[in-house]
């Protein structure tokens, strides 16, 4: 039971910024949302995580709507590189829980030249 | 840092053999996953250990399938025995508490084949 909805499949000109959507309508209160993707042949990457409010690294942003029921990773200029599966994971804290993680299908992301 | 190591990276075999996984996680850290990757099935996690206790057996598909922790650097995956159901890409991760979350770090995964 993956908590999450993602479309299964996005398409991005390179240097544009990809805007990859999740739906976590079930969401709890101290839940956060994660992301990781998988490049091709790799294991899964961990790229960004947020609670309630924006964050940004090194990689992507991270906006989370007010209600918390969906949130938006954002790779601001995307390269060929970034051509992956991206995965939206919602998972309790590990003071309450262990850190069982529940990957869905999610977005297969296309970066086009 | 080497990164989660996992050996070895292809494994084909025949039906009825034994396979053993094997998978070094990062120097300090204090918990290990083992997921299987296949396309029908996506990622599935199989077992969890923390400070080298399983926690979470309940992804195990039988009991052709067995997971141990001797110590904090070293995990093996066994199947025995092994069917054709069985190929996948299994993949180990571990994981440390660190400012309150925790980062999977996943190894390259070994692609097993049964014949």
């Known amino acids: 039971d993956a908590k999450t909805t993602q479309p299964p499949s996005m398409d991005c000109a390179e240097g544009r910024a990809a805007n990859l959507p999740c739906n976590h309508s079930?969401?709890?209160?101290?839940?956060?949302v994660y992301w990781y993707r998988q490049i091709h042949s790799q294991g899964p990457q961990y790229i960004i995580h947020?609670?309630?409010n924006n964050e940004t690294n090194e990689m992507a942003s991270l906006i989370i709507t007010e209600d918390r029921k969906s949130s938006t990773l954002i790779l601001p200029h995307a390269t060929l590189r970034d051509t992956a599966v991206y995965y939206c994971?919602?998972?309790?804290?590990?003071?309450?829980?262990?850190?069982?993680?529940?990957f869905g299908p999610g977005t297969s992301l296309s970066v086009i030249p | 840092d080497a990164g989660v190591i996992q050996s070895p990276r292809h494994e084909v075999t025949e039906m009825g053999q034994e396979v053993t996984l094997r998978c070094k996680p990062i120097?300090?850290?204090?918990?290990l996953f083992w997921y299987r990757q296949t396309m029908m099935r996506g990622l599935e996690l199989l077992i969890y250990?923390?400070?080298?206790?399983?926690?979470?057996d309940s992804g195990m598909p039988e009991d052709r399938f067995s997971a141990k922790m001797p110590n904090a650097s070293f995990s093996t995956l066994k199947i025995q025995p092994s069917e054709p159901r069985d190929s996948a890409v299994y993949f180990c991760?571990?994981?440390?508490?660190?400012?309150?979350?925790?980062?999977?770090?996943f190894g390259p995964g070994t692609r097993l084949t049964v014949l």
């Open positions: 120097s300090g850290h204090n918990s």
């Open positions: 994971i919602v998972r309790s804290p590990r003071e309450t829980s262990y850190d069982k993680v529940i």
């Open positions: 991760a571990s994981s440390s508490e660190r400012d309150g979350y925790n980062e999977q770090f």
């Open positions: 947020g609670l309630k």
């Open positions: 079930t969401i709890s209160g101290n839940e956060y």
């Open positions: 250990f923390n400070n080298n206790v399983p926690i979470d």
